[in-house]
C-alpha cells in the first residue's frame, strides 16, 4: 500500500474551477495507475476519473467528462484534478485511489486511499 494526501479542495461558486492534488508517499509513482472517487452526503462513491501508470490513458465517468482533466507527475509523485465549469451536483468529498493492478470505474479492488477533501459548489 501506499499512502495518499489530497489538497486542494474547497467552496466555490458554480462556473468555477478547482485544482486538487493526490501526494503520494510511492517510491516508484509510476508504478500505480490512480484515480478521482468522489461520495456526496447520503450517496454512494462514485467514480470520477482515472489514469495509467504512465499517464497515456485516461477514462472519465460521463458526469465529468469534458469538465475535469485527471493528470499526473511521476517525478513529484503527484496525481491532479482540474475541475472546470464546477456544478453544485459536484459537491462532495473526493479521494484519490492507488494500485500496482486495478483499472477502471469499480471502487472495490483498489488497495490504497486517502482521506479525501471536501469540494463544495455554491449556485
Known amino acids: 500500500q501506499v499512502q495518499l494526501v489530497e489538497s486542494g479542495g474547497g467552496l466555490v461558486q458554480a462556473g468555477g474551477s478547482l485544482r486538487l492534488s493526490c501526494a503520494t508517499s510511492?517510491?516508484?509513482?509510476?508504478?500505480?495507475?490512480m484515480a478521482w472517487f468522489r461520495q456526496a452526503p447520503g450517496k454512494e462513491r462514485e467514480f470520477v476519473a482515472a489514469i495509467t501508470k504512465t499517464g497515456v490513458g485516461t477514462y472519465y465517468a460521463d458526469s465529468v467528462k469534458g469538465r475535469f482533466t485527471i493528470s499526473r507527475d511521476n517525478a513529484k509523485n503527484t496525481l491532479y484534478l482540474q475541475m472546470n465549469s464546477l456544478k453544485p451536483e459536484d459537491t462532495a468529498v473526493y479521494s484519490c485511489?492507488?494500485?500496482?493492478?486495478?483499472?477502471?470505474?469499480?471502487?472495490?479492488?483498489?488497495?490504497?486511499w486517502g482521506q479525501g477533501t471536501q469540494v463544495t459548489v455554491s449556485s
Open positions: 485511489a492507488a494500485d500496482l493492478a486495478v483499472f477502471g470505474r469499480s471502487t472495490s479492488g483498489w488497495g490504497s
Open positions: 510511492a517510491r516508484s509513482t509510476s508504478s500505480y495507475n
